[in-house]
């Protein structure tokens, strides 16, 4: 069975940081692209971070960011654990959302972080069922 579980969200203040994982399962990781994207209440989801990946290292391929949180948030992950990582830093109150992980067979990742709304639900292979961020001003 197929599973991506995401962890790390809460509540916290503007500027503060929280990291969220993404623990897998029932899948070859080193096989799949991976995509944090977000949710706010109504409206669209998006993509934000991804990270590619064509061995199963993760060590060739770069990141992408969406304009929004480049700079801000870093997306890693861990073969040995098959977890991927999403740091946020210097949050805003805009970045609350529920945050989702998805997986898709070797994406390119400037496709996946460009993915929104039902693009994003039928282009990923795989999701989790969401953390919820929330991010006071």
């Known amino acids: 069975e197929v599973q991506l579980v995401e962890s790390g969200g809460g509540l916290v203040q503007a500027g503060e940081s929280l990291r969220l994982s993404c623990v897998t399962s029932?899948?070859?990781?080193?096989?799949?692209?991976f995509g944090w994207f977000r949710q706010a209440p109504g409206k669209e989801r998006e993509g934000v971070a991804c990270i590619g990946n064509s061995d199963a290292t993760f060590s060739r391929y770069p990141e992408s960011y969406s304009e929004s949180v480049k700079g801000r948030f870093t997306i890693s992950a861990d073969n040995a654990k098959h977890t991927v990582y999403l740091q946020m830093n210097t949050l805003k109150p805009e970045d609350t959302a529920t945050y989702y992980c998805?997986?898709?067979?070797?994406?390119?990742?400037?496709?996946?972080?460009?993915?929104?709304?039902?693009?994003?639900?039928?282009?990923?292979?795989?999701w989790g069922k969401g953390t919820l961020v929330t991010v006071s001003s």
């Open positions: 029932g899948f070859t990781f080193g096989d799949y692209t």
């Open positions: 998805a997986a898709v067979f070797r994406g390119p990742c400037p496709v996946v972080v460009s993915m929104r709304s039902q693009t994003a639900l039928n282009g990923m292979d795989y």
